[in-house]
């Protein structure tokens, strides 16, 4: 003998969702947007909202634009600078040659 909830299978809530329960949907716009790779992108957009310059491509990551034939350019990214990169772009060869000279002269106890 079964016991318990009268209605199995179900929650609070369940049920279907549509217009009637909801109520209207704003009326919508979809707008394209191209990336620099040439994928295409149309979200959608209240007709009454603001639509942004760039868009971000779901496929490659890269800007999108409204214009087909000038897509925005891709961000450019800046290599990895190791130590000794951020080093020389602050002294000079002549800079580092003294610094050397000077601690080599350290380490030998000429100092």
Not at 17 to 46: D, K, L, V, Y
Not at 60 to 84: I, M, N, V
Request: charged residues 25%; glycine residues 10%.
């Amino acid at each position: 003998m079964a016991s318990g909830n009268a209605i199995r299978g179900s929650r609070v809530g369940a049920g279907p969702m549509g217009e009637a329960e909801r109520g209207e949907s704003a009326p919508r716009a979809r707008i394209s947007f191209w990336c620099s790779n040439g994928h295409e992108t149309q979200p959608s957009f209240a007709h009454d909202a603001q639509v942004p310059e760039t868009w971000d491509c779901p496929r490659c990551g890269f800007p999108a634009g409204q214009d087909r034939d000038s897509p925005p350019a891709p961000p450019r990214t800046e290599p990895y600078k190791t130590h000794l990169a951020y080093v020389r772009e602050r002294r000079s060869d002549a800079d580092g040659e003294a610094i050397l000279a000077e601690a080599l002269a350290k380490l030998r106890g000429e100092i």
